[in-house]
């Protein structure tokens, strides 16, 4: 398992811009106090935006993340700022939730890592796109994706 050299944090407490591009966002982390013991750490975005790469129109999801921390979490502020800076980036529903998981993964190294985007509909079809990488420890579970608030009351 890599291990994460502790790096303070930049952007918590401070005036931080929006990066330009999800490319250029720094996602932070910070040590995990509790190496001892498994647990579900939940993430939820429900007002992710993003454009349509050919249209250029904005795009809307739930982006909802759950992960099993190793040595690191990720720092709230650092991961906000991430997802703002999709804001004026094109880029496809499965590419982005596929690379949301891919740079969280990157920076945190975590025991399990599940990333599922909830598409608002485009043309009359909503797109959820789900992405996990890991293994979940014994007795950790993600938590339910079932019936939740997260889809305007829709199961």
Known sequence: MMRHEERPLTQLGKKAELPGSPHGA?????SNPHKDQDYVVRLTSPEFTTLCPITGQPDFAT??????????????????LFLGSFRNH???????TVYVHK?????????????????NPRGGIPIDVAVESGTLPSGCHPLSLGKTAYRAGRE
């Open 26 to 30: 720094v996602l932070e982390t910070f």
């Open 90 to 96: 094109g880029s496809f529903h499965e590419d982005c």
């Open 63 to 80: 982006i909802v993340i759950d992960y099993v921390p190793g040595d690191v979490l990720v720092e709230s502020k650092s991961f906000k």
């Open 103 to 119: 740079r969280l993964k990157e920076a945190m190294n975590p025991k399990y890592l599940r990333v599922v985007g909830f598409w």
